[in-house]
């Protein structure tokens, strides 16, 4: 035979592109068209209906960047229409779509004229059925037009302003479409479904393989029947054509795939935040409007915080919604506030993220998600398995390590075993995507990329355009019918994470494991690019960690009165922030704008907030007192207690030496030469240099940063290969402050003046390092350094409730792969004997190095924290100005000295007058022992929680003491329900005996 396959496919194309699709619609009359322009930011939709609308041309441009154009639309649907067997009329509405890029582009959502929602128009959903309007065979509604620009650009990457409201510009960025009445033709809407499916198929079939053929065979017969000037009278001949090769039941060992309804909707990204509120009520509009149509749908929705939004603002359509969840359609998950990165908050933030999220979904709809549902943040902190299961969830879900550069994870199903060995059901859907189309691409990709072939067969497939495209569609749902049972194709049923999950953990035993961090091989950048928000964050955890902290103590001491409405609503803001586009700094400069306004006014809010706790405890004096809200004693302070504090020592001495300083506190010595650089730390304990033989520490080194792609997220490790040492100082001079040494250097990083401030104080054991910056760079990193005489193969990195090991050399792809990584507070290298802590106030990147020097076989290990980046994308102007960073290093520490510094670091020292000292709520008799936050109970109760873990990763042991009359001591889970917990026992009165595992967590409820 002949081969024509590819004549005849190039036919199908053109025939289902000219004759089919043309014909789903079979006629159309325009609408009448009036509108309104809101003049700033979005209105209400009652506030958009008292205004006058003026006619409306067809086809005119519309739409400033970020503005709202409201259409009023109007007509009557002619005689006879909708009235065949096969036919239904519906409103067609076309902004000025473009097909691609479903969720980058404007949008709109239709209203009826009492203020209710309908649905959305989408750019794959322009249509609404005549029976949503309620009118009869009259059409009178009102569409609220969205004019958000294409950030997206088809993905160049190029330096935009439209991510900034004030350099955005006024010209249209769309023209009106076909806006009109039209009648479907169900038939052909259906062929056309079919034809899809099977056309998808076919073109995934291996070419030696008979159905493939057969398809093919069916789809010529298809076009040879059917009338080309006729499609709507062949239709129904054309779906008999193909009914046969539509009917022939899937293989006995096909792979079955859980479809379940997903419209990943970033919480802000190349948006504000405004505009994601607005996104989630297109799409759950879109998602209730399909649910009313097909019972069996089934839609996965994450994030607290947007079904708190739609409370909020959209309370009419959080009343569907709620119905939904109690019949089963509307399925919460993941149980998180939002979907957050997970490598940079801090444990108790990581920790909230799933109290809010849980307890939202458990007092407004009575469900508690089991699973942990991340598709999209930026890799998964190994602390992560923990706490999930502390917070009552057995299950996991991503999908983003698909995106790895170098590796590919070797399982889709496994245990993923945390810092403490803590295990956790884990999958990727191997359809390595969360906006799934149910194409046949995709479906026989999920197939084909299962890694756990043989031992499971099963994976999930989040389906549904994102980020505002729509959610799913009717057209997927017909795709997911279709292949419910379908030869040569996986077998697709629409169902919820959970049916999945429970029946992938039945049938996948001996589940191989995983241990440790989710490492993302890309999106490196994150941990440093928007330097202003990760300060804020940073600072608001502790802030948080203060005002409860006090707040406790001040309601349990005396009369004081909690205030946990407020510390919950700031809590909550704080966690919107750390989603996975904000706190990564991989956002639009509107975005950061809000998150930096934000953390000011949180500051301000938990300065007011701590100061009245700490006058309800002090009392009315003249003494002052130092507020340890540390877990360690600090000057002669108690942890977490006040009192006033010890004298710090003799002051710190500065000699001038060589042109440059030395600083000497009796604890530490340090040596900064002629160009401020650290040439000697020693410390007087152990006599012991840190800084390798002839390298320079506080070296500032500026590198070009221009990534293949993906520019606020990516650092490429080719950067290292174009590097500046900035070697030179312009001025270095001393400064005395209080009973410290101050050494100032004047230095520049490209066009950007530097000046940096080293600090010694009277009886510290580390060096402060505080560089602030001009920032004016374009497409440059900022590293510091320091050059360490220690042979360390592993560094060690905090990390929630805990802290991670990575080796430092590059043995492996895997290895090679973590050039650069994220620590928390500190990071520590050392080998046996002898350690250096680094520690830092608002910096997460860091890169670990290694060399062997010639001259004497010793080992140079160089820890570098990056500073600063200036990305063009997708904010050209990311951190420009000033920017101050602050960093010390410890010499001779050992893991609980860098904890113990990363605190000190965050928390600085508060002093306060007042009258009298106060007593700790708490005390822990072995300094292993972390108290990382002291609150009240969540219920109201009055009872004390207190959250601690185990920091030095390995077995300890010791007593925690409550300073108050106590009726009870309770073990519970995150959301402070009674739960088991290993190691913990009750001991006299008020007292816990603690007997931890490494990095092992608890939380415990003190009854008063």
Same mark, same amino acid.
């Given at each position: 035979m002949h081969d024509d396959r590819r004549i005849t496919e190039v036919r199908l194309d053109r025939f289902v592109r000219e004759r089919i699709n043309p014909a789903v619609y079979t006629r159309s009359v325009p609408l009448n068209l009036s509108s309104w322009d809101a003049p700033g930011e979005p209105v209400t939709v009652m506030d958009a209906l008292r205004h006058e609308f003026l006619p409306q041309e067809h086809g005119a441009a519309w739409g400033q960047p970020w503005g709202t154009k409201w259409l009023r639309l109007q007509g009557?649907?002619?005689?006879?229409?909708?009235?065949?067997?096969?036919?239904?009329v519906e409103v067609v509405v076309d902004l000025g779509f473009i097909n691609e890029a479903p969720g980058f582009q404007c949008e709109g959502i239709a209203w009826r004229p009492d203020g209710t929602i309908i649905k959305a128009i989408s750019p794959r959903n322009q249509y609404i059925p005549l029976k949503l309007l309620g009118s009869g065979m009259a059409v009178d509604f009102y569409v609220e037009a969205a004019a958000n620009p294409d950030m997206a650009q088809g993905w160049t990457f190029a330096a935009t302003p439209y991510g900034d409201k004030a350099t955005a510009g006024t010209a249209p960025q769309y023209r009106l479409g076909r806006i009109a009445i039209a009648e479907l033709n169900q038939t052909v809407w259906e062929l056309q479904q079919d034809i899809w499916t099977l056309s998808g198929l076919m073109h995934e079939l291996p070419m030696e393989q008979p159905r493939r053929h057969e398809i093919l065979r069916a789809l010529e017969r298809m076009m040879d029947l059917m009338d080309p000037d006729d499609v709507a009278g062949t239709a129904a001949a054309g779906r008999e054509a193909l009914a046969e090769v539509m009917s022939r039941p899937a293989y006995a060992s096909a792979h079955q795939l859980v479809a379940t309804g997903h419209a990943h909707i970033d919480s802000a990204w190349l948006w504000p935040v405004r505009e994601t509120i607005r996104k989630c009520a297109r799409t759950f509009s879109n998602v209730v409007a399909l649910m009313d149509e097909d019972p069996s749908f089934v839609f996965s929705c994450s994030s607290a915080q947007q079904f708190a939004w739609m409370k909020e603002f959209y309370p009419e359509l959080f009343g569907r919604i709620r119905e939904k969840v109690k019949a089963g359609q509307f399925v919460p998950v993941g149980g998180m506030w939002v979907e957050s990165d997970t490598n940079m908050p801090g444990g108790e933030a990581m920790a909230r993220q799933f109290v809010e999220g849980k307890h939202f979904f458990l007092q407004e709809f009575g469900v508690e998600c089991k699973e942990a549902w991340l598709p999209d943040s930026f890799g998964y902190s190994a602390a992560l398995p923990q706490i999930v299961r502390s917070a009552g969830s057995q299950w996991f879900l991503t999908q983003k390590i698909s995106w790895n550069q170098i590796n590919r994870m070797p399982h889709h199903t496994f245990n993923w075993e945390g810092i403490d060995g803590t295990r956790l059901f884990t999958h990727f859907p191997p359809v390595d995507t969360y906006n799934a189309e149910l194409s046949g691409r995709e479906l026989a990709h999920a197939e084909r990329n299962f890694r756990d072939h043989g031992r499971a067969n099963i994976s999930l497939v989040p389906f549904g355009y994102g980020d505002g495209g729509g959610g799913p569609t009717r057209e997927m749902l017909a795709a997911a019918q279709r292949t419910a049972d379908l030869e040569g194709s996986p077998k697709v049923r629409v169902g919820s994470a959970e049916s999945f999950f429970t029946a992938a953990e039945e049938g996948y035993a001996g589940l191989p494991?995983?241990?440790?961090?989710?490492?993302?091989?890309?999106?490196?950048?994150?941990?440093?690019?928007?330097?202003?928000?990760?300060?804020?964050?940073?600072?608001?955890?502790?802030?948080l960690r203060e005002a409860e902290l006090w707040c406790t103590t001040a309601a349990v001491r005396?009369?004081?009165?909690?205030?946990?409405?407020?510390?919950?609503?700031?809590?909550?803001?704080?966690?919107?922030?750390?989603f996975h586009d904000i706190l990564p700094g991989s956002a639009i400069a509107w975005v950061h704008q809000d998150a930096e306004r934000n953390y000011?006014?949180?500051?301000?809010?938990?300065?007011?907030?701590?100061?009245?706790?700490?006058?309800?405890?002090?009392?009315?004096?003249?003494?002052?007192?130092? /507020?340890?809200?540390?877990?360690?004693?600090?000057?002669?302070? &108690?942890?977490l207690g006040a009192a006033e504090p010890a004298v710090q020592g003799e002051p710190a001495q500065a000699t001038a030496e060589d042109g440059g300083y030395v600083l000497d506190n009796g604890v530490i010595r340090a040596v900064l030469d002629a160009d401020g650089l650290l040439a000697s730390l020693t410390d007087y304990a152990t006599g012991r240099e840190a800084i390798a033989p002839g390298e320079r520490g506080n070296l500032l080194e500026l590198h070009r940063d221009t990534p293949n792609e993906w520019d606020a997220w990516d650092i490429d490790e080719f950067y290292r290969r174009n590097v500046t040492a900035l070697a030179s100082a312009q001025e270095i001079r001393l400064e005395h402050v209080g009973s410290g040494a101050v050494v100032v250097v004047s230095r520049v990083a490209g066009s950007s003046p530097v000046t940096q401030r080293i600090t010694l104080e009277a009886g510290s054991d580390s060096l402060s390092i505080t560089t602030a910056v001009e920032w004016q760079e374009s497409e440059k990193l900022l590293k510091l350094g320091f050059p360490l005489d220690v042979k360390a193969d592993r560094s060690a990195a905090e990390t929630?409730?805990?802290?991670?090991?990575?080796?430092?050399?590059?043995?492996?792809?895997?290895?090679?792969?973590?050039?650069?990584?994220?620590?928390?507070?500190?990071?520590?290298?050392?080998? &046996?004997?002898?350690?250096?802590?680094?520690?830092?106030?608002?910096?997460?990147?860091? =890169?670990?190095?290694?060399?062997?020097?010639?001259?004497?076989?010793?080992?140079?290990?160089?820890?570098?924290?990056?500073?600063?980046?200036? &990305?063009?994308?997708?904010?050209?102007?990311? =951190?420009?100005?000033?920017?101050?960073?602050?960093?010390?290093?410890?010499?001779?520490?050992?893991?609980?000295?860098?904890?113990?510094?990363?605190?000190?670091?965050? /928390?600085?020292?508060?002093?306060?007058?007042?009258?009298?000292?106060?007593?700790?709520l708490f005390a822990v008799d072995n300094p292993a022992l972390v108290i990382e936050a002291v609150k009240l109970a969540e219920d109201g109760s009055g009872d004390v929680v207190v959250r601690l873990y185990e920091s030095l990763g390995q077995r300890s042991s010791g007593t925690l003491t409550a300073g108050f009359p106590v009726k009870d001591v309770q073990a519970t889970d995150l959301l402070e329900r009674p739960s088991a917990a290993p190691g913990v026992t009750p001991a006299q009165e008020g007292a816990v005996n603690l007997a931890l595992r490494p990095f092992q967590l608890v939380t415990l409820r003190f009854v008063r």
């Open positions: 009557d649907v002619p005689q006879a229409w909708g009235t065949g067997p096969d036919t239904t494991v995983w241990v440790g961090e989710m490492y993302l091989e890309l999106h490196r950048g994150t941990y440093t690019s928007q330097a202003q928000t990760k300060r804020g964050n940073r600072r608001s955890e502790h802030l005396g009369s004081f009165a909690y205030p946990a409405a407020e510390l919950k609503r700031l809590w909550r803001l704080v966690l919107l922030q750390q000011a006014a949180i500051s301000a809010d938990l300065e007011t907030i701590i100061g009245q706790a700490a006058a309800a405890l002090l009392g009315e004096g003249p003494r002052t007192f130092l /507020l340890n809200a540390a877990p360690h004693a600090r000057n002669g302070v &108690p942890a929630q409730f805990g802290h991670v090991f990575r080796p430092t050399h590059v043995n492996t792809s895997w290895e090679a792969a973590k050039f650069e990584i994220c620590a928390h507070r500190w990071i520590h290298v050392a080998e &046996p004997g002898y350690g250096v802590a680094i520690s830092n106030a608002a910096t997460y990147g860091h =890169d670990v190095t290694r060399t062997v020097r010639g001259t004497d076989g010793g080992t140079t290990t160089t820890v570098r924290l990056s500073l600063l980046r200036a &990305p063009k994308f997708p904010d050209p102007t990311a =951190d420009r100005g000033h920017q101050e960073l602050t960093v010390t290093i410890r010499p001779g520490a050992g893991i609980a000295e860098a904890v113990e510094e990363g605190y000190r670091t965050n /928390l600085a020292p508060r002093l306060v007058r007042g009258g009298h000292d106060v007593q700790p």
